[in-house]
């Protein structure tokens, strides 16, 4: 069963209030994944795939619709036989025939029906690409808030070692110091700001991955929303993903349409009756001979014909038993990629799930290391002040909390994109699920029902133009961060109260 439902209300419910807290200009996750949905080329390009998967049904029913062909001609007798009185000079002529036919040994009905199963096979395959794309767009954004807090984190550490570093050689210069301690406070300086050229990089690369996923740059994200209908085990989730997968069930739906493609192949060696009726005008022109004409032979006349037409293959060099050998090898093919398909959903809905119940204690552990560094550090200093402790340790233990705090924010960043691609794997991640607001979603059923009954030879559509938008004139990203850093490090005794234990974290719920 699915669980859509429930998870639209609550993406809907969680983004609007990320929505009604967010500052002007702020951009939610909803608001991320209504523009990929729009614009993001992986989407719009298989959006394409199925229509063209669409008019495989048309082509396979025209085979077993009537045909009407003319052919006309035109011929001059440059050299004739001196003996032949009724011989015209020059000739035209025009046929007009029309075939319908009655039976083709199955070969139309298994080949309509193998294209209607890979409508269906497509369809599944394009929710499957909006559920990858989906993932891809969750991953970016929370990218993007990961890097930018461990840019903040980075940011303010350099300037708190700064601080230290210039209060270390005041202390110097009076003696209170050694040059030890000033050297220690520099080497720790000097790594801190390769880390935050580090952070940087790594920050202005998540930002150029969210423009390529999303379409444009990332402005102040706001937290995401919680995310429902998280399964109890991975038995669950493995149950539910092979039920609702949609690349599952696109691979089902192809191995389906092989069965009937060995029926078509058989058919080439059974015989096929056909319905014919044509009509023929000729004139000459007026090039008859003079005799001809005295005979009561006309210049111009007309002609018609009908009957049935029968063919049965008697011998064809093995071509058939070759065609349906193939096809077969082909079904089996797609039996086996089945199993394939069977089997990475299971390991991806285990190694989803299995990641976000280690981010979970990941992140309660770390935010416990979180608090612990933080009266650590307060206590060394305050050890410090009174000769106890060293700049040493000081650094020691501002470097211990700025870890913590990085393994924090990477274990929630880890623990919703886990969530999301479970989610995505058992089916419930797509963009029925999400409640996007962008606009009316793409239903691929529409296109299917206008084509499915054209039989117009001269109909064609508008000439193609791209749908997704592009980003050649977006700016290059830089790595500035607007997010205000924890004041907390920035006093020279950290007294705030602790952080909360995590229950209420949202990539715990």
Do not use: H
Not at 107 to 125: M, S
Not at 254 to 262: E, H, K, L, P, S
Not at 437 to 464: C, M, Q, T, W
């Amino acid at each position: 069963m699915r669980n859509g439902g429930t998870m639209r209300g609550l993406l809907l419910g969680g983004a609007m209030l990320a929505c009604c807290a967010a500052p002007a200009g702020a951009e939610t996750l909803r608001e991320a994944l209504a523009k990929a949905y729009a614009s993001n080329p992986t989407i719009t390009g298989q959006r394409a795939a199925q229509r063209a998967v669409d008019e495989g049904v048309p082509i396979a029913r025209a085979s077993g619709l009537p045909g009407v062909a003319a052919t006309g001609s035109v011929t001059d007798n440059l050299l004739q036989a001196n003996n032949n009185f009724l011989n015209p000079e020059r000739s035209g002529n025009g046929q007009l025939n029309l075939t319908v036919p009655l039976f083709q040994g199955g070969a139309v009905k298994n080949a309509v029906r193998a294209a209607e199963t890979r409508v269906d096979a497509g369809r599944a395959q394009l929710r499957g690409t909006e559920a990858t794309t989906f993932t891809n767009v969750v991953a970016a954004y929370m990218n993007v808030i990961r890097d930018e807090a461990i840019t903040s984190l980075n940011q303010q550490n350099v300037r708190v070692l700064d601080v230290n570093l210039r209060a270390s050689r005041d202390r110097f210069q009076v003696g209170d110091l050694t040059r030890t301690d000033v050297a220690q406070s520099e080497a720790r300086l000097a790594l801190a700001r390769a880390q935050l050229q580090q952070a940087e990089a790594q920050l202005i690369s998540s930002r150029e991955n969210y423009i390529a996923v999303v379409g444009s740059p990332p402005v102040a994200l706001e937290q995401p929303p919680l995310l429902p209908n998280l399964p109890n085990s991975p038995t669950t989730a493995v149950s539910v993903a092979l039920e609702n997968n949609p690349n599952l069930i696109a691979a089902r739906r192809q191995a389906d349409a092989t069965r009937y493609d060995v029926g078509v192949a058989r058919a080439n060696r059974l015989p096929r009756v056909s319905a014919v009726t044509g009509g023929t005008y000729f004139n000459y022109l007026g090039s008859l001979p003079p005799a001809s004409l005295n005979q009561g032979i006309n210049n111009s006349g007309t002609a018609a014909q009908a009957g049935l037409q029968f063919s049965l293959p008697l011998f064809q060099g093995g071509r058939p038993a070759a065609q349906v050998r193939q096809a077969q090898a082909q079904r089996s093919q797609a039996l086996e990629n089945v199993t394939a398909t069977e089997r990475a959903v299971i390991s991806q809905a285990r190694s989803a799930y299995a990641i976000w119940q280690s981010s979970q204690q990941v992140i309660a552990s770390s935010e416990t290391a979180v608090n612990a560094n933080k009266l650590s550090l307060e206590g060394v200093r305050a050890e410090n002040s009174v000769g106890t402790r060293t700049i040493l340790d000081i650094l020691n233990a501002e470097q211990e909390l700025l870890n913590s705090q990085v393994t924090l924010v990477t274990a929630r960043r880890d623990a919703y994109v886990a969530g999301f691609a479970l989610l995505a794997a058992m089916g419930n991640a797509e963009a029925r699920d999400l409640g996007l607001d962008g606009g009316v979603l793409y239903d691929p059923a529409v296109n299917y029902k206008r084509v499915r009954n054209r039989i117009n030879d001269f109909d064609s559509d508008s000439e193609p133009v791209p749908t997704a938008v592009t980003t050649a004139q977006t700016p290059p990203q830089t790595a500035a961060v607007a997010r205000p850093s924890d004041p907390m490090l920035d006093t020279p005794v950290d007294r705030s109260p602790a952080l909360t234990t995590g229950a209420s974290a949202p990539s715990r719920q």
